[in-house]
């Protein structure tokens, strides 16, 4: 098999593509209407005497939620732009190593977050191992060959393993050397990639995950959880008002999610009395689809919408993570930012939720409890997301009045982790307004 053939025996990847289903599609691209702007280049930052970094502008009293945000600089890291890279679908992965060092890399990345839904698996020996298996067992959706052969003798290895390989099973190779023509020998054999090292894990997540981007449904924006340290905190507040600053300030179309069922508070925050809420797409998600978006979203500006929490005791709900997580999926396809408003409790699927998104922010009270408690996710998001950025921590009710407090050097100190931002107590600026228009 060589470029004078141009109907080869396997055609790797190009005919019987492996098919996503319509719950696992994900994928980069731009949303229809052009490209994101990135976000601003000022973010909070902590004054260098410890105290409290003050807002952009002054809030008026009546600005709790209700008309504009109480935060008027955005938290985000401008890195954390749009581009992400999104999970494999439902597949199998099969990795054949020559060299001990990248079967250890690939035997790491079966944790990663975006690697959670594939059947992975790896063996010593490279396209010779590959060979061996596959002329008596099926074919994995994606083949992974680490091999140290080179030139014409990798390509006769191919030839041979295509002898057994089922048509369709997309591969990528890792190979010795930087070689151009044995790269278009490559490509004219349907190899998908072909990576020279040296590589990061990281980079081999993201090839992979290029992999399975469907072309009819490319878009996929990025999801921010925001979890308080503890209750009471203002981790809602905060992220409402993040929300609300990526869609008017950035400018870029956002989604706020309101996850605390029970007790959740944007519907309040933003003066609004939904007759739909989350609770109607969790409790059938698979019945979430554009059109049922459409319909239970609540449009809060031109940018910005929202789905809020029916916030009701009359009801408890039982679900698990994957009706959050489909939920979540699906809302991603239809917004560049998710912002997610995490309920302080630790369940299953708010565990999860939090370690599947692609950004995660801590807030944080300057006290011993939120100090212990932040340490106590930042380690796990270390541990459990290990090519992921680390999580960002923001200081809240900085400044109380008569409450013992932990300076901020300490605090960072003490946490391996510097706080992005610190916002002042101030009572007047969340004085609820003397009238509430409905």
Not at 58 to 71: K, Q, R
Request: net charge negative; proline share 8%; charged share 20%.
């Amino acid at each position: 098999m060589n470029q004078s053939n141009p109907d080869p025996a396997w055609s790797l990847g190009t005919d019987d593509e492996f098919v996503l289903e319509d719950d696992d599609t994900f994928g980069l691209g731009e949303i229809e209407g052009g490209e994101l702007p990135p976000f601003d280049d000022a973010i909070a930052q902590p004054a260098a005497n410890d105290a409290a970094t003050s807002l952009e502008a002054p809030i008026s009293a009546d600005a709790y939620g209700l008309s504009a945000p109480i935060v008027a600089t955005p938290l985000l890291p401008r890195e954390m732009g749009v581009v992400t890279e999104q999970p494999v679908p439902r597949i199998t992965i099969h990795a054949v190593c020559d060299r001990p060092e990248i079967a250890d890399m690939f035997a790491g990345i079966t944790s990663d977050r975006r690697m959670a839904r594939a059947e992975i698996s790896v063996e010593g020996g490279g396209i010779e191992a590959a060979i061996v298996r596959f002329a008596s067992q099926a074919s994995p959706n994606l083949l992974v060959i680490d091999s140290m052969q080179q030139g014409p003798m990798m390509l006769q290895s191919l030839d041979r393993l295509a002898e057994v390989i089922e048509q369709g099973t997309k591969v990528v190779i890792i190979g010795a050397v930087n070689d151009i023509a044995l790269f278009r020998e490559l490509m004219a054999r349907g190899v998908s990639e072909y990576i020279v090292p040296p590589i990061q894990a990281l980079d081999l997540i993201r090839t992979i995950c290029g992999l399975y981007v469907n072309p009819d449904k490319p878009f996929a924006g990025r999801v921010v959880a925001v979890i308080g340290a503890r209750g009471g905190i203002g981790a809602s507040t905060i992220s409402h008002n993040l929300a609300w600053s990526i869609a008017e300030r950035q400018e870029s179309s956002a989604t706020l999610l309101d996850l605390d069922l029970s007790f959740g508070t944007a519907a309040l925050d933003f003066n609004q009395d939904p007759q739909q809420s989350i609770a109607d797409a969790l409790m059938a998600p698979d019945r979430v689809d554009d059109v049922f978006l459409e319909r239970v979203m609540t449009k809060q500006t031109q940018r910005l919408q929202m789905l809020t929490a029916p916030a009701t005791l009359e009801r408890e709900f039982e679900l698990d993570s994957q009706s959050f997580e489909m939920v979540i999926d699906r809302v991603r396809r239809t917004s560049p930012y998710v912002v997610l408003d995490l309920p302080h409790v630790w369940t299953s699927w708010v565990k999860q939720t939090l370690l599947s998104a692609d950004d995660a922010i801590i807030v944080a009270g300057p006290d011993l409890a939120s100090l212990r408690n932040t340490k106590n996710i930042i380690d796990l998001l270390k541990a459990m997301r290990p090519y992921d950025s680390p999580p960002t921590v923001v200081l809240s009710m900085v400044g109380v009045p008569k409450r013992p407090e932990i300076p901020f050097k300490d605090f960072a100190e003490a946490l391996g982790v510097e706080p992005i931002a610190s916002f002042p107590f101030d009572p007047r600026s969340m004085a609820w307004p003397r009238t509430m228009a409905r």
